[in-house]
């Protein structure tokens, strides 16, 4: 009410101009109204919703595995001889966050955002998250796995892990040369906890 009013006499001339071109109009003239790129099909977000599900129980199962056994040798294998508790504490995080919430918004296969390569990403600023066809195609076990890659993601956006290696090598060397490293590197927790699927 009170736009109409702000607007007054000038509003309702623009809209007695416009009036007749949108009569003009005739109904199916035009491309068919579609959703913006970017937004998931119902597939597609039951997809990431199963994958988020999934992701979820198999972190809680690497903590206990760990709390279970310190000297896992997946652990040595993905965070070489660093200390366990900033590791255990990044991964509670990530199990809190795949508990509790799903991100503010979530795109599926935005062209903008969905270079060759890639399998999903993280928004910095506030946390949405996208998936890529990569994500869509990938296996349900082994490494790279859809629940994997959520995990790869959410700790970006809970525990603020970084990029600093990529692949199954990269994160392996990274853990036996900076094992610092390791552990704010989100492969090394989606391999960690990917190696410890059962």
């Known amino acids: 009410m009170r736009i109409v009013n702000w607007l007054g006499a000038d509003a309702l001339a623009v809209g007695l101009l416009l009036a007749p071109v949108a009569h003009a109009q005739k109904p199916g003239w035009g491309p068919p109204p579609g959703p913006p790129p970017g937004t998931c099909s119902p597939e597609e977000a039951r997809q990431v919703e199963t994958a988020f599900r999934e992701a979820a129980q198999m972190v809680r199962y690497a903590i206990r595995a760990l709390d279970e056994n310190p000297q896992l040798p997946e652990f040595r294998r993905w965070f070489g001889a660093g200390p366990v508790p900033p590791v255990r504490r990044n991964l509670v995080i990530i199990s809190d966050y795949l508990a509790r919430q799903r991100p503010p918004a979530i795109s599926c296969n935005s062209p903008a955002m969905c270079p060759r390569g890639r399998f999903a990403y993280t928004m910095n600023a506030n946390g949405a998250m ?52 390791a552990a704010q590197n989100a492969d090394n927790y989606e391999y960690f906890v990917e190696s410890l699927r059962r």
């Open 130 to 181: 996208g998936f890529c066809e990569l994500f869509f195609r990938a296996r349900s076990d082994g490494f790279d796995s859809a629940a994997g890659i959520v995990i790869h993601e959410v700790s970006h956006a809970a525990a603020r892990t970084r990029d600093i290696a990529y692949s199954v090598r990269g994160a392996a060397v990274l853990a036996k040369d900076d094992p610092a490293g």
